[in-house]
């Protein structure tokens, strides 16, 4: 009997540790969506604080908001090394960048020169986040079809443009952490620019109101039986009766575009739509395209007849999406720190820029 007391009291101990644990990870848990509820606060309408109830009300659509970034960020395909030796190595990187000084231009933006300032000793590899706007042109070039050389033939490339990396840190588990924030800032932005559109737009209604209304009153004299004796009333009226119709159907427009979104409660109310929406439009999908050395579009059967070292190969992108908007192309990458360009070196040249 004492054995089986021990036994069931060694079981309670077990049970009570693993709820105290679960009880932590969800105390951390709401801690940080009630930080992330109070970003978007922020960057929404801070006097959204005034009302009652606002962590409340924003909490699950975050607390969902927060699960998909994680998604999203733990989508990024890599890491891939991208250096010099690289670009000459690798048919990724060399796709990706026009040659090695568009490759550093890329790991020297303004996001990664304030993280070197910020970190001046940091040394050895560091890690971030490319993004790429895809290009894709139609050109007329020439093409060797058997032992025949033929012009103007009609091509498809593919190139990158404004390529830049973002998100800088020592570990590609600290970029995909800061990654779950700028893409949760992304559908904050999202909800907010749907917002801001539609209060526009109800500027702009009460815009047109005010103009209308300071017309009719112009046309509406205060004599107005004396003006009636004048040449021309008539078309005076005529005008007036339209301008009222005209005001009539912009207030029933402006009563339809401020439903909803007359008062803070409102806003708010709005905002948890908005964002929800925007969550279920973002996405990452992962696309296959067959390249060439000069990064001319084939068919995926030119793989196999020629699977040379210098033949076509097929490559597949991340490229992020707005609903059916196509995005960037997104990877995680790493490099040297040594390749990021210096100060001394921007300043030189600079100075070859002037002197020419």
């Known amino acids: 009997m004492k054995g089986l ?26 801690s940080a969506v009630n930080q992330a509820v109070e970003r978007v606060v922020e960057q929404a309408n801070p006097r959204l604080r005034g009302l009652m109830g606002y962590r409340k009300a924003l909490f699950p659509v975050v607390e969902r908001g927060l699960a998909r970034c994680e998604e999203l960020a733990a989508s990024l395909p890599g890491p891939v090394r991208i250096d010099r030796a690289s670009w000459t190595s690798d048919s990724l990187v060399n796709v990706l960048f026009a040659d090695p000084d568009a490759l550093r231009r890329a790991i020297s933006g303004p996001e990664m020169r304030a993280w070197v300032k910020a970190n001046p000793m940091a040394q050895g590899d ?39 990396v973002v998100l800088p840190a020592v570990a590609p588990e600290e970029v995909r952490r800061r990654a779950v924030q ?126 040379g070292p210098t033949g076509p190969k097929e490559f597949e992108f991340a490229v992020g999406y707005r609903g059916e908007t196509r995005g960037r192309v997104l990877l995680l990458v790493v490099f040297p720190c040594a390749e990021i360009i210096t100060v001394d070196e921007r300043l030189a040249d600079l100075n070859r820029y002037l002197a020419t």
């Open 126 to 164: 560091c890690y971030g986040v490319l993004l790429a706007w895809p290009r894709i042109r139609t050109q007329l070039g020439t093409e060797l079809h058997g032992e025949t050389l033929k012009r103007d033939v009609q091509q498809t490339t593919l190139g990158f443009a404004d390529p830049d």
């Open 182 to 307: 700028g893409i949760m800032d992304v559908l904050v932005g999202e909800a907010i620019g749907a917002l801001a559109k539609r209060e526009t737009g109800i500027a702009e209604i009460e815009e047109r109101l005010r103009i209308l209304r300071l017309k009719r009153k112009v046309l509406n004299p205060v004599g107005r039986g004396r003006d009636f004796l004048l040449e021309g009333s008539g078309a005076h009226v005529a005008e007036e009766e339209t301008l009222t119709k005209r005001i009539a159907e912009l207030e029933q427009q402006l009563l339809a575009a401020n439903a909803g979104l007359k008062t803070l409660d409102d806003y708010l109310a709005r905002l948890v739509e908005r964002l929800g929406d925007a969550i279920e439009h973002l996405s990452i999908r992962r696309e296959r395209v067959t390249l060439d050395r000069m990064n001319i579009v084939r068919a995926a059967t030119d793989v196999a007849a020629d699977s």
């Open 5 to 30: 007391w021990q036994h069931l009291a060694v079981a309670a101990d077990t049970l009570w540790g693993r709820f105290k644990v679960r009880g932590a990870e969800r105390r951390l848990h709401v």
